[in-house]
Structures are given as C-alpha cells and as structure tokens.
C-alpha cells in the first residue's frame, strides 16, 4: 500500500502559517503540502519579507515542503467572498494569471518547493467550449516550462468537481492541448469518491503525469453546484481508499500523497481529533504512515 508522505497546511485553514506549521511537525510530520486558498487559507504570501518569514518558519520547525496547491482566484464583484479563478480564456485575465504565477513561481524556487499545483478555470459551460480548454492548456503550458526552468513541476488537480476538467474526457481533451511536457495531474480521490469515473480510465488517460496524490473523503453525488460534499475526514464518507490505494499500487506509483483535510470555521481541538480520526483509518485499511506519525 502506498505511503503517506504529508499533511497539508489546509488542515488548519483558519490559523496563521506559522500556527499550523507548528501543529503538523508537532504531530511528527517532517513534509508539509502548504495551501494558499485566496480568500481563506491563506499560507503562501508573496513578497520577499513573506519568502523570508515562510524559509525561517520551515528551518526552526524541520520541515520539508513538497508541494505548494495555489488557488489565487480574482475576486468576483458580485460576490467578493467567493472569488471564481481567472478565466484563462480572457486574455487580459490570462496575462495576470501569468504575471501572478511569475512571482509565485520564483518563490517556490526561493524555499525549494518542488511541485506546483495550479487552478483550470472554474467548471462551467462557457469554460468547457474547446476553445476556452485549448487557451486553458496553452497558459499552463507556458507556465509549467517557465517552472521547470526554475526547478519545479506543474501539476492541476483533476479530474475536480469544481474546475473545468471535471471528467476523464475532459481532463483527456486538455491534454490534447497541451504543448509542455512538465504539466502533470494531481489526483484527489476525494473528488473520484464525488465524480465517480473510471480510474483505469484515468490511468489510460494520463497515467505518466500523475506526480502528486491527495487523500480526503467524500460523499453523495455529483449535483455540479459546487455545494458537493468533499470535506470528509477518511473513514467518514464514502470512498473506498483500500480500492483507491490498490490501484496506486498496481500502477506503481511511488510519488508523494498528502493526507489534504480540510476543516473550515472548526476549532482547533475538534481538529486534532479529526487528523486522529484520518490518521487510525487510513492505517486501518492499510496504507504506510510516515515514521513518527500516529494517531494520539
């Protein structure tokens, strides 16, 4: 059974980095997957103050970074709490995106965070029109070889309830489009719980590009009104992450996973008891923690 390697910093969205950093090598992770989710979560700052804050915190704590998952969606005037991403078909909203990444990307490169994971456009009709996909994979394109010239990979998460590339044929079709060979996918299997597809499917589809794995649980359908239950503790919803890490295993996957819970508006005790929670299923069903994590 595959290994969990890290915890993600959106465990504990509602504290600082520095609070949360402390609270995941505390539980004896020494790899941390850091979030930045615009309007909450909001762990990856730029700026070269911020660089220095973030590589100081990183250092005291013994932390590794393997991953930064970047939503740095433009604000929505009807809605300024619920930011959309850039539409990356627009192309004065591409040309931000592109200037946004920049820095982020130099950052990352900065504080040795390998991997990048970046935001398709927000799922709907317009932004599934092939075109809006071609321009889509063009900007990603463009923005993975910058980062792999910079000593990073790329990855989106898919196939994701809430993006573009919600189905294996779409996320298929994206890649039709894209010209970069260091785009690769992310895969939450809280969103396979949700979506349902095919995951040989997927494999068929993109297998050499899965570089990073993200674990969470889920359940119910897809009602595409991105009110879809993905928020779950493993072992509260539906996903069978025995299957899922099966399934990893018999393609030979040996990448970094993030156990990426998420718990909004909670307290910060009713969390730790969560991770437990998290921690005791997935080692139920067999999969590998890493040294020196276990639940309390």
Do not use: K
């Amino acid at each position: 059974m595959p290994r969990v390697t890290a915890l993600s910093t959106l465990t504990y969205p509602d504290l600082h980095l520095g609070e949360a950093l402390e609270r995941i090598a505390a539980r004896g992770f020494r790899t941390v997957d850091i979030a930045h989710m615009s309007v909450y979560c909001r762990h990856f700052h730029l700026g070269a103050a911020e660089t220095e804050g973030q590589r100081g915190l990183l250092r005291t704590l013994g932390l590794q970074p393997i991953a930064l998952n970047y939503y740095g969606g433009e604000s929505d005037p009807l809605q300024p709490a619920a930011p959309r991403t850039h539409r990356l078909y627009v192309t004065e909203e591409a040309a931000r995106y592109r200037e946004m990444m920049h820095r982020v990307i130099l950052q990352c490169r900065s504080l040795g965070i390998p991997l990048l994971m970046v935001v398709p456009n927000r799922r709907g009709e317009e932004a599934e029109q092939p075109e809006a996909i071609a321009a889509t994979a063009a900007v990603i394109s463009a923005v993975a070889d910058e980062a792999y010239a910079n000593g990073l990979r790329v990855t989106v998460e898919a196939p994701h309830c809430f993006n573009q590339l919600h189905s294996v044929e779409r996320l298929a079709e994206f890649f039709g489009y894209v010209t970069s060979p260091h785009v690769g996918v992310t895969v939450d299997c809280s969103h396979w719980g949700v979506l349902r597809y095919d995951l040989e499917a997927l494999w068929d589809a993109v297998g050499p590009r899965i570089f990073h794995v993200h674990l969470r649980d889920s359940a119910g359908p897809d009602t595409n009104d991105f009110l879809q239950q993905l928020e779950l503790t493993p072992g509260s919803g539906e996903v069978d992450f025995a299957r899922f890490g099966a399934w990893l295993d018999s393609h030979g996957y040996r990448g970094n996973v993030t156990m990426e819970l998420e718990y909004r508006g909670r307290a910060t005790a009713d969390i730790e008891i969560e991770v437990d929670r998290a921690l005791a299923h997935l080692a139920a069903v067999g999969w590998t923690l890493p040294p020196g994590v276990s639940p309390r």
